[in-house]
Nanobody, 125 residues
Framework: QVRLVESGGGLAQAGGSRRLSCTFSGGAFSRTSMAWFRRSSGLERKFVATIGANGGGTEYGNSVWGRFTISRDNAKNTVYLQMNSLKPEDTAVYYC??????????????????WGQGTQVTVSS
């Protein structure tokens, strides 16, 4: 059974950086597209970034484009989200999602069939 475990959340200052990690187990990571979503307090979960099974096909949400970078290491079964130039509005619970087994990326959460528990990122001004 696929399991996703996020780490790297915490407190950051505006303008700072943070890197999230998501470790995948229980499936074929190299045949799985991955994504990050986030939910700010009281709001719906929103797309942040996605990456294809071979590391290509990256896409980003408009609010993070140019500041966040998604990457993966198939040897470590891990996907990363490097967050730079953080803003207070980036404060949210960040969720790792897997579309397994599927090579196609998607910006829609209903296309992902496995989710992590989430990790809180708080950006202070």
């Amino acid at each position: 059974q696929v399991r996703l475990v996020e780490s790297g959340g915490g407190l950051a200052q505006a303008g700072g950086s943070r890197r999230l990690s998501c470790t995948f187990s229980g499936g074929a990571f190299s045949r799985t597209s991955m994504a990050w979503f986030r939910r700010s307090s009281g709001l719906e979960r929103k797309f942040v970034a996605t990456i294809g099974a071979n590391g290509g096909g990256t896409e980003y949400g408009n609010s993070v484009w140019g500041r966040f970078t998604i990457s993966r290491d198939n040897a470590k079964n891990t996907v990363y989200l490097q967050m730079n130039s953080l803003k207070p509005e980036d404060t949210a619970v960040y969720y790792c999602a897997a579309r397994s087994p599927d090579l196609r990326t998607s910006v829609y959460e209903w296309n992902y069939n496995h989710w992590g528990q989430g990790t809180q990122v708080t950006v202070s001004s």
